[in-house]
């Protein structure tokens, strides 16, 4: 399931309708300022919390488990298709709105998922309102100075509104969180645009997460092929990380690594992979994780993350907690460039060295 999959005619109808361009969400979105303005005054953006990384980094797991805290807000599927209104959406919809079993995603990778799970929708923000970074063969960074008043209002007054949803009459005491992969490429405005923002950005170890991404693009260029629909499901939501969507982000020196590498060969992945954690070493204001050491360490690393970014854990540790598993290696003998290869784990030493010790006794 990618969201995509159980959609009915007149749900397809639907979404084509809130996707028909920019202009349809922002409008519904207006039309929800007014309607809901005294449940949106009532919440302040209080340090929210950007989970990101590549995706393959454990972002979907460590999202999953924080947000059973009942005082962190997220998107779920049931924001879907007019996710830049949900509070609107959610009043309109309550009517029709559908349950079923959980299944397993479209990533094929154990994780089960409904509608009421989170997910990552908050690029259609983005995608909104810094439509020129986005470019036919790949996504440009964003700096600090990328600055958009306008865009910054907005998605402010959206964190408060999924905030105001989802915490309900405990809304002023809310906090927002959201997992979205493609934040790693605007650490820098993040941090100038919400500068008590917690940035979580997960590390995995570079083989076995340069196996994982080449796992999915071969993965979803089999389903874009073959379904329509789940192109265009992602196109318009902005998960633009495999498949015939793929459009790598512009981090420095990619360009040059890339040059001659076929994204269906691991190669350029494990240098999409150093180009991205470089990119990420440098910047100050991350908070970083080990994916290996917090699925391996329990309740204890939980409660290390959750003090990091100032959540308190409550009666749901254990829940998340088990979140989280350990998984045994799948890259095998994976036909890596060895000097790629000795590059990208002398790297993975230094990140999990400066990350957060969430094993340590």
Wanted: charged fraction near 20%.
């Amino acid at each position: 399931m990618s969201g995509a999959e159980d959609y009915s005619r007149l749900d397809r109808l639907v979404h084509r309708l809130a996707f028909a361009r920019p202009a349809v969400q922002l409008a519904a979105a207006d039309m929800e300022d007014g309607m809901f303005a005294r449940d949106i005054a009532g919440v302040a953006l209080d340090r929210p919390i950007f989970v990101t990384s590549l995706p393959r980094a454990g972002t979907t797991v460590l999202l999953t488990a924080l947000a059973k805290s009942p005082m962190l807000a997220t998107h779920t599927y049931r924001d879907m298709p007019f996710v830049m209104a949900p509070l609107l959406w959610s009043r309109l919809s309550g009517s029709f709105r559908k349950s079923a079993a959980l299944r397993e995603r479209a990533h094929g990778d154990g994780m089960h998922i409904g509608y009421d799970s989170p997910e990552a929708f908050e690029e259609v923000v983005w995608k909104t309102f810094w439509p020129g970074h986005y470019k036919d063969d790949g996504i440009v960074l964003w700096q600090a100075t990328d600055r958009n008043a306008e865009g910054e209002a907005f998605l402010a007054r959206h964190m408060r509104k999924i905030v105001a949803l989802r915490c309900g009459k405990n809304a002023a005491q809310g906090r927002y969180i959201s997992k979205n992969n493609a934040n790693i490429a605007r650490l820098p405005l993040i941090a100038q645009a919400f500068p008590d923002a917690r940035i979580v950005v997960p590390v995995r170890s570079p083989l076995e997460h340069a196996a994982s991404l080449l796992r999915q693009h071969l993965n979803f260029l089999d389903q874009h092929g073959r379904e329509p629909f789940v192109r265009r499901y992602m196109a318009d939501i902005g998960h633009l990380e495999f498949g015939a969507l793929h459009r790598p982000i512009a981090f420095p020196g990619f360009a040059e690594r890339a040059r001659g590498l076929d994204p269906r060969d691991i190669d350029y992945w494990l240098a999409y992979w150093i180009a991205a954690f470089n990119h990420v070493a440098a910047d100050p204001s991350i908070i970083l994780v080990s994916h290996e050491a917090l699925a391996g360490s329990g309740a204890r690393g939980v409660t290390r993350l959750c003090a990091a970014i100032g959540v308190e854990p409550g009666p749901e540790l254990s829940a998340m907690a088990a979140a989280f598993r350990e998984v045994a290696p799948r890259a095998g003998d994976h036909g890596a460039d060895p000097t790629l290869a000795a590059e990208a784990e002398a790297l993975h030493g230094r990140l999990v060295a400066s990350s957060l010790m969430v094993n340590q006794t």
